[in-house]
Structures are given as C-alpha cells and as structure tokens.
C-alpha cells in the first residue's frame, strides 16, 4: 500500500479522515456524540450542526473527487510527474521503514472502523468506543507524518512534488485553484 505518493494527497486524505468520521457516525445518538467525540460543538445544537456538517461533507467529497479527477488527467498529461512522485514516495517508504512505522495496518484497522461504526444495531458505547479509536489512529498517523516531514530533505522534496503537482494541475484545469480555495473554506467551515 503506498503511504503517501504527494503532499496534495495527504491533504486530500487528511482531509477526508474529519469528514468520514463525521459522517460515518452521524447516525451516533447526539448524546453520545456530544460526551465523548472529541468536538467543540455546543450540545444543544448538536442535531442543527451535525446536519450542516454532513452538508458541508458532501460538499468537500465532490470537490475532492473533482480535484482528483484533475490530478489523473494532468499526471496522464505529465509523466515526469509520476516519477518525481515514485522517487519522493519511496524516500518516504525508506523512512517509515526505518523509523519501524506500520501504517498500513492502522489504516486498514481505520477503515474497519468505518465500516463497523455504520452498522445499524451498534451499542452506543461501542461506538462511542470506535470513535475514540479511529480518533487515536488518526493522531497516531499524523504524528507519524509529521516526524518524518522533519526530516529537512524529505520535506523539502515534500514540498517541490507538492508544488509541482499542483502547478501542473492549474495548467492542466483553469479551475484547479478555485476549487483548492473552496476546499481550504469548508474544511474551516466543518471544522467550526
């Protein structure tokens, strides 16, 4: 499984991480939510939010999808890109592997945890137990990343695959820098 390919991605998927829990348990009772998710949002208001917060999910999965759609062609359009990205990507690997990370398998128990967390006759301790977990998976993988992006030659040819990428993309599609703009707006508006 490749762990990280470009900073782009990693956003995307960091990105969607907030969001997937948010609606994987927008089923959750409001109670149990509002006790134990790890959120700043008032109780009283909890059912009115997590509406506007699905809402505002659907918005963020169709930009995402957009933008990935923009990032296939543009990579079909630039080889070099995928190059440049196999070369950061295993420089990435070598560093997970040495520093004796397994992210593959915190993913995999991640996505479990969506899967389980959408089943109709979940109690909700054990729910409210899946989202203590996929919260600690999640903390547990961006602290990982962020070990490794210290790492000064591994963030600075993060940072050029990123800028590469992205650059090729708004070459690629006029609309490649209003929809990061948007994207960048309702992840700070999820997030409130």
Same mark, same amino acid.
Request: net charge positive.
């Given at each position: 499984?490749?762990?990280?390919?470009?900073?782009? $991605?990693?956003?995307?998927?960091?990105?969607?991480?907030?969001?997937?829990?948010?609606?994987?348990?927008?089923?959750?009772?409001?109670?149990?939510?509002?006790?134990?998710?790890?959120?700043?949002?008032?109780?009283?208001?909890?059912?009115?939010?997590?509406?506007?917060?699905?809402?505002?999910?659907?918005?963020?999965?169709?930009?995402?999808?957009?933008?990935?759609?923009?990032?296939?062609?543009?990579?079909?359009?630039?080889?070099?890109?995928?190059?440049?990205?196999?070369?950061?990507?295993?420089?990435?690997?070598?560093?997970?592997?040495?520093?004796?990370?397994?992210?593959?398998?915190?993913?995999?128990?991640?996505?479990?945890?969506?899967?389980?967390?959408?089943?109709?006759?979940?109690?909700?301790?054990?729910?409210?137990?899946?989202?203590?977990?996929?919260?600690?998976?999640?903390?547990?993988?961006?602290?990982?990343?962020?070990?490794?992006?210290?790492?000064?030659?591994?963030?600075?040819?993060?940072?050029?695959?990123?800028?590469?990428?992205?650059?090729?993309?708004?070459?690629?599609?006029?609309?490649?820098?209003?929809?990061? $703009?948007?994207?960048?707006?309702?992840?700070?508006?999820?997030?409130?």
């Amino acid at each position: 499984m490749h762990t990280k390919t470009s900073s782009l $991605k990693t956003k995307l998927l960091k990105l969607a991480a907030p969001v997937a829990l948010a609606c994987a348990f927008a089923a959750a009772p409001t109670m149990a939510m509002a006790k134990d998710a790890p959120t700043t949002v008032p109780m009283a208001s909890s059912h009115q939010i997590t509406a506007e917060q699905q809402h505002v999910a659907g918005e963020i999965g169709k930009i995402q999808q957009e933008l990935a759609a923009i990032r296939v062609k543009t990579l079909k359009a630039n080889p070099q890109l995928i190059t440049e990205m196999k070369a950061y990507e295993t420089t990435f690997n070598n560093k997970v592997k040495t520093l004796g990370y397994q992210p593959e398998k915190l993913i995999k128990r991640a996505q479990e945890i969506q899967v389980e967390a959408t089943k109709k006759d979940i109690s909700n301790d054990t729910r409210t137990n899946l989202i203590k977990e996929f919260t600690t998976i999640r903390t547990t993988l961006e602290t990982q990343q962020r070990t490794i992006l210290n790492d000064p030659a591994i963030s600075k040819q993060d940072k050029q695959v990123q800028e590469d990428v992205i650059n090729a993309m708004k070459k690629q599609d006029s609309k490649t820098a209003d929809l990061l $703009k948007q994207l960048d707006q309702l992840v700070m508006q999820f997030k409130k």
